[in-house]
């Protein structure tokens, strides 16, 4: 054969060698891609999981520490949590913040008045209107201070048409369907700074103090679930000044016989006279400042075992307290004084000893305050080799009532110990719109991803 011959024959051997390497470049390509997505889908799944156990683990432990919500929660962070307060598991780091719901203004309690007081929705009152027109059950518009909200016909004229739900929020998310509602009004700017506060179980009562000069997201004020216990601060069911007999009110209560009877007496008259909130005992002769220091934790107008929407005096930050109904300037002062200065107030009598507010301003806040909770938000980040970002969750727990075994002194077995919280929603988070405008989202300090 000659050399020309030969060359002509190399010609399709090279060319079948060229789409063979063609083909091996590409598909060990591919191997490469399906392998990181692999590895990626291990890892995001690996992520989840670090997260229900972070999730399920607060909510027992919340339950434990707490007595099933009738006292505050005294968390500290796990053994093997770092500077940062990111704790190893497995191959990947998490974080937790525990949100105290009692915080937070109740979306779906708090007043149009309440509402509009938020620095959101301050410049807006139809905002407020909205929120109100978007929960309560009927399709007349709210209207206030010459503001009016929007009802189903505002939203079946947009292109895209739906009703007003004229129900219950069931998440924050919901104010996005609402007129008027940003992503940046309900999460922040875009943007929001990472910088780390400090620790995953950071003291909020410290943090509640701190002011800023940006305006607050209203994810960081508002909350469509909250309530305490009806006990006391050491657990014992309060005694309604209602219904309970003058003999009840001296033995569970400690007051004289004198006072109980004028109780007894008053709660059965109408008008400005009559008792009907814990507020009024306040009005009724010989229920002084120095009884309610005594007695202000163990009432109650109610024998339901939760009192929903109530703020707790000690976390809620100075726009939650201001926006409550008839907080002034001297007020809220007062009370931000009060805590700057170190109080801690255990149970609703410490109000009392607030020195600086008379009867008529104590009255103002001893319906809508408590000093605990049974609702709390649980955030969790989880870092994890082969995830870009960290996969984010949160999840609202509500603690069960414990039982009477659980909350003796003498309790200690496993089968006594308070049932864990029940997680009622679970979500994951994306960063924008989502927890960007959380803190804290620095990498562990050693040895981390």
Same mark, same amino acid.
């Given at each position: 054969?000659?050399?020309?011959?030969r060359?002509? %024959?190399?010609?399709?051997?090279?060319?079948?060698?060229?789409?063979?390497? !063609?083909?091996?470049?590409?598909?060990?390509?591919r191997v490469?891609g399906?392998?990181?997505?692999?590895?990626?889908?291990v890892?995001?799944? #690996?992520?989840?999981?670090?997260?229900?156990?972070?999730?399920? &683990?607060?909510?027992a #432990?919340?339950?434990?520490?707490?007595?099933?919500?009738?006292v505050?929660?005294?968390?500290?962070?796990p053994p +093997?949590t $770092?500077a940062?307060?990111?704790t190893?598991?497995?191959?990947?780091w998490y974080?937790?913040?525990?949100?105290?719901?009692a915080?937070r203004?109740?979306?779906?309690?708090?007043?149009t008045?309440?509402?509009?007081?938020?620095?959101?929705l301050?410049?807006?009152?139809?905002?407020?209107?909205?929120?109100?027109?978007?929960?309560?059950?009927n399709?007349?518009?709210?209207?206030?201070n010459?503001?009016?909200?929007?009802?189903?016909?505002t939203?079946?004229?947009?292109?895209?048409p739906? &009703?007003?739900?004229?129900?219950p929020?069931?998440t924050?998310?919901?104010l996005?369907?609402?007129?008027?509602?940003?992503?940046?009004m309900?999460?922040?700017?875009? @943007?929001?700074?990472?910088? $780390?506060?400090?620790g995953?179980l950071a003291?909020?009562? #410290? #943090?509640?103090?701190?002011?800023?000069?940006?305006?607050?997201?209203?994810?960081?004020l508002?909350?469509?679930?909250?309530?305490?216990r009806?006990?006391?601060?050491?657990? /014992?069911?309060?005694?309604?000044?209602?219904?309970?007999?003058? +003999?009840?009110?001296?033995?569970?209560l400690?007051?004289?016989?004198?006072?109980a009877?004028?109780?007894?007496?008053?709660?059965?008259?109408?008008?400005? $006279?009559g008792?009907?909130?814990?507020?009024?005992?306040?009005n009724v002769p010989?229920?002084?400042?120095?009884v309610?220091?005594?007695?202000?934790?163990?009432?109650?107008?109610?024998?339901?075992?939760?009192?929903?929407?109530?703020v707790?005096?000690?976390? %809620?930050?100075?726009?939650v307290?201001?926006?409550?109904p008839g907080v002034?300037?001297?007020?809220?002062?007062?009370?931000?004084t009060?805590?700057?200065?170190?109080t801690?107030?255990? @149970?609703l009598? +410490?109000?009392f000893q607030?020195?600086?507010?008379?009867?008529q301003q104590l009255?103002?806040?001893?319906?809508?305050?408590?000093?605990? !909770?049974?609702?709390y938000?649980v955030?969790?980040?989880?870092?994890?080799?082969?995830?870009?970002?960290?996969?984010?969750?949160?999840?609202?727990?509500?603690?069960?009532?414990?039982t009477?075994?659980? /909350?003796?002194e003498?309790?200690?077995d496993?089968?006594s110990?308070?049932?864990?919280?029940?997680?009622?929603?679970?979500r994951e988070?994306a960063?924008?719109?989502?927890?960007s405008?959380?803190?804290s989202?620095?990498?562990?300090?050693t040895?981390?991803?």
């Amino acid at each position: 054969m000659s050399a020309r011959r030969r060359g002509q %024959a190399l010609v399709p051997v090279l060319f079948i060698m060229v789409i063979l390497v !063609s083909v091996a470049v590409a598909l060990t390509v591919r191997v490469r891609g399906d392998n990181r997505s692999s590895s990626a889908a291990v890892a995001e799944a #690996q992520a989840h999981w670090i997260a229900r156990g972070a999730v399920t &683990s607060m909510a027992a #432990q919340l339950a434990h520490l707490t007595n099933g919500g009738a006292v505050a929660p005294e968390l500290a962070p796990p053994p +093997d949590t $770092d500077a940062n307060g990111w704790t190893r598991a497995g191959d990947g780091w998490y974080r937790v913040e525990v949100v105290d719901t009692a915080s937070r203004l109740n979306l779906n309690l708090a007043s149009t008045a309440s509402l509009a007081a938020l620095p959101v929705l301050r410049d807006d009152p139809s905002l407020a209107c909205a929120i109100v027109d978007w929960r309560d059950a009927n399709e007349t518009p709210e209207a206030t201070n010459g503001s009016q909200g929007a009802e189903s016909d505002t939203y079946q004229a947009l292109p895209r048409p739906y &009703s007003a739900k004229n129900a219950p929020f069931d998440t924050l998310g919901e104010l996005l369907l609402l007129r008027g509602f940003t992503t940046a009004m309900l999460y922040g700017p875009a @943007g929001a700074s990472d910088a $780390d506060d400090g620790g995953a179980l950071a003291d909020t009562r #410290q #943090q509640a103090l701190e002011t800023t000069e940006a305006t607050p997201a209203l994810c960081e004020l508002l909350t469509t679930y909250s309530r305490e216990r009806n006990v006391d601060a050491t657990g /014992t069911q309060r005694t309604n000044i209602l219904t309970a007999t003058a +003999d009840a009110l001296v033995t569970r209560l400690g007051i004289s016989r004198t006072l109980a009877d004028r109780l007894v007496q008053r709660r059965s008259q109408t008008g400005a $006279d009559g008792v009907r909130s814990v507020s009024d005992l306040l009005n009724v002769p010989g229920f002084t400042r120095t009884v309610m220091q005594s007695i202000g934790d163990k009432v109650t107008v109610t024998d339901d075992p939760f009192r929903p929407g109530v703020v707790n005096i000690n976390l %809620a930050p100075t726009d939650v307290l201001a926006a409550l109904p008839g907080v002034d300037q001297t007020i809220l002062s007062a009370l931000i004084t009060a805590r700057q200065g170190g109080t801690l107030f255990a @149970g609703l009598n +410490d109000l009392f000893q607030l020195a600086s507010l008379n009867r008529q301003q104590l009255q103002v806040l001893i319906d809508n305050l408590c000093t605990k !909770s049974s609702v709390y938000l649980v955030r969790v980040r989880v870092r994890m080799p082969g995830l870009a970002m960290p996969y984010v969750v949160e999840a609202l727990v509500d603690l069960p009532e414990a039982t009477a075994a659980a /909350t003796a002194e003498t309790a200690t077995d496993a089968q006594s110990a308070p049932p864990p919280g029940r997680v009622l929603q679970w979500r994951e988070v994306a960063r924008s719109p989502g927890w960007s405008s959380w803190r804290s989202t620095s990498p562990p300090s050693t040895g981390g991803p």
